[in-house]
């Protein structure tokens, strides 16, 4: 049985670790060739060996151009064309806004927003040309958050960027959606990665309890694994999801509804 993705070939920011590792799996495990651009050279390599002759990393900091156009050129030489590109790469930032300094504020929103603008500009011209030669079209894909829909305190840069990436979505759907490219993102609430770990002790000091009442805000009463945030990329990035574009779908267990 061939699988949803079979054939295509994606980009992965932030792959090496988390949502992004989750994605690259599920992608590479649907038939798709996936490379992996993280910071993370180590994490990278490891997965991509893991994963065998469908992987392959590439080191990019997206919110270096140099790094993005180079993540790019590394994908069409090594497998031909670009049908996906997914900016997920991002990270944390907790704080009160009088407190931030113009390092913060770059770094957070150079991390967060940023370098997603840049990552996609690189990959406009590949998607572009792929969306031209291929009745499926092309697919850009965004890891936002449920701070890019809602908001709460001490959140602020990571909400600003996030519900930048949002409006980015909206605004390329209709920009591109002439040239049959598609462009949605993920809003996930609070999942259980390497990153989860910076937001724990704001909400307890005891690990087990601070997880405990996270999970008491989900109305499903559990907290979701990075494997269901692919699985929603899953689907976004397959041909069923063909009239689906300038989307910004919760993977939350029923927060946005409350
Ligand atoms: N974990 C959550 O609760 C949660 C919820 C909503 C949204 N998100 C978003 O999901 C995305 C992935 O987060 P995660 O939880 O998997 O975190 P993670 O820390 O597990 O993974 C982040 C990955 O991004 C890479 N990275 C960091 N800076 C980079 C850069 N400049 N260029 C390229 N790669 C870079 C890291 O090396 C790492 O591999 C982020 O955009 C995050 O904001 C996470």
Not at 94 to 102: E, K, L, S, V, Y
Not at 218 to 237: K, S, V
């Amino acid at each position: 049985m061939s699988g949803r993705l079979e054939g295509k070939v994606a980009i992965v920011t932030g792959g090496a670790s988390g949502l992004g590792r989750a994605v690259v799996e599920r992608f590479v495990a649907e038939g798709a060739s996936v490379v992996i651009a993280d910071i993370d050279d180590a994490g990278a390599g490891d997965l991509a060996r893991a994963l065998g002759d469908k992987a392959a990393w590439v080191h990019c900091d997206h919110t270096r151009t140099d790094d993005c156009a180079g993540a790019v050129a590394f994908t069409l030489d090594r497998f031909g064309k670009l049908d996906i590109l997914h900016n997920n790469a991002g990270g944390p930032f907790t704080g009160a806004f009088a407190d931030i300094d113009d390092e913060t504020l770059d770094r957070v929103i150079g991390l967060n927003l940023m370098g997603s603008l840049k990552m996609t500009r690189a990959a406009l011209p590949a998607l572009e040309r792929q969306a031209a030669a291929s009745p499926a079209g092309a697919c850009l894909l965004y890891t936002s958050s449920l701070q890019g829909l809602k908001a709460k305190p001490n959140f602020s840069l990571y909400t600003v960027a996030k519900h930048g990436l949002v409006g980015l979505v909206r605004s390329l759907a209709l920009e591109l959606a002439p040239k049959n490219i598609r462009v949605n993102a993920v809003c996930p609430t609070v999942t259980e990665t390497p990153m989860l770990q910076h937001f724990l002790s704001g909400v307890a000091s005891d690990r087990e309890e601070a997880m405990a009442r996270l999970r008491a805000t989900i109305p499903l009463g559990r907290m979701p694994e990075p494997q269901d945030t692919a699985n929603a990329l899953l689907f976004l990035a397959s041909d069923e999801a063909r009239m689906l574009t300038g989307v910004a779908l919760p993977v939350d267990g029923g927060q946005m509804a409350m």
